[in-house]
T-cell receptor, first 115, second 113 residues
Framework: ETGVTQTPRHLVMGMTNKKSLKCEQH?????MYWYKQSAKKPLELMFV???????ENNSVPSRFSPECPNSSHLFLHLHTLQPEDSALYLC??????????????FGPGTRLTVT | QKEVEQDPGPLSVPEGAIVSLNCTYS??????FMWYRQYSRKGPELLMY????GNKEDGRFTAQVDKSSKYISLFIRDSQPSDSATYLC?????????????FGKGTKLTVNP
């Protein structure tokens, strides 16, 4: 295991539901990331947190709302999603944003289906 | 033009074959070049990284970077069924004071016993 866990592993939700994805890292890292992985598309960086502070929001729609209560936990709150939001959502962490941030450790992802 | 181009395959080879995976890029500001491996139902894991042009070897894996041609490769010697996975190239760039990764689409590799 990589030291990054994600729950739930699978989620099916209707367009009017509200749900949250959870990520936890046990590596003592200071930076955490949310990525979206869709079929036949590159990983898309959504959000970046460094020491609980959001440092990047990659033009992500407001129906995705991240939260980082401490350096070990990261949440992605979902509401009024669209079917095109169905994808694998990956959480990752790295030591920090400025040293070896290319060495990212990924969780197994949450497979989200929006009906 | 996309920043990182990678042929998604799929690529199917017999066990023991030499595998060559490639990516091209357009941005000269990329600094580190990585290969991530992603098994089915798992997240990507870092396989190798390089900084400068040239070759870097790790067991059966060799990463090659040619900055003049903006081309990177991953070679797998004596491929094994356990190498069956999707291989993602990634490149790092500093933007807005922090470093971020830009990924290719990934190449799905199957090694047949």
């Amino acid at each position: 295991e990589t030291g990054v866990t994600q729950t739930p592993r699978h989620l099916v939700m209707g367009m009017t539901n509200k749900k949250s994805l959870k990520c936890e890292q046990h590596l003592g890292h200071n930076a955490m990331y949310w990525y979206k992985q869709s079929a036949k598309k590159p990983l898309e960086l959504m959000f970046v947190y460094s020491l609980e502070e959001r440092v990047e929001n990659n033009s992500v729609p407001s129906r995705f709302s991240p939260e980082c209560p401490n350096s070990s936990h990261l949440f992605l709150h979902l509401h009024t999603l669209q079917p095109e939001d169905s994808a694998l959502y990956l959480c990752a962490s790295s030591q920090d944003l400025w040293s070896r941030s290319y060495e990212q450790y990924f969780g197994p992802g949450t497979r989200l289906t929006v009906t | 033009q996309k920043e990182v181009e990678q042929d998604p395959g799929p690529l199917s080879v017999p066990e023991g074959a030499i595998v060559s995976l490639n990516c091209t890029y357009s941005n000269s500001a990329f600094q580190y070049f990585m290969w991530y491996r992603q098994y089915s139902r798992k997240g990507p894991e870092l396989l190798m990284y390089t900084y400068s042009s040239g070759n870097k070897e790790d067991g059966r894996f060799t990463a090659q970077v040619d900055k003049s041609s903006k081309y990177i490769s991953l070679f797998i010697r004596d491929s094994q069924p356990s190498d069956s996975a999707t291989y993602l190239c990634a490149m790092s760039i500093v933007q807005g004071g922090s470093e971020k990764l830009v990924f290719g689409k990934g190449t799905k590799l199957t090694v047949n016993p």
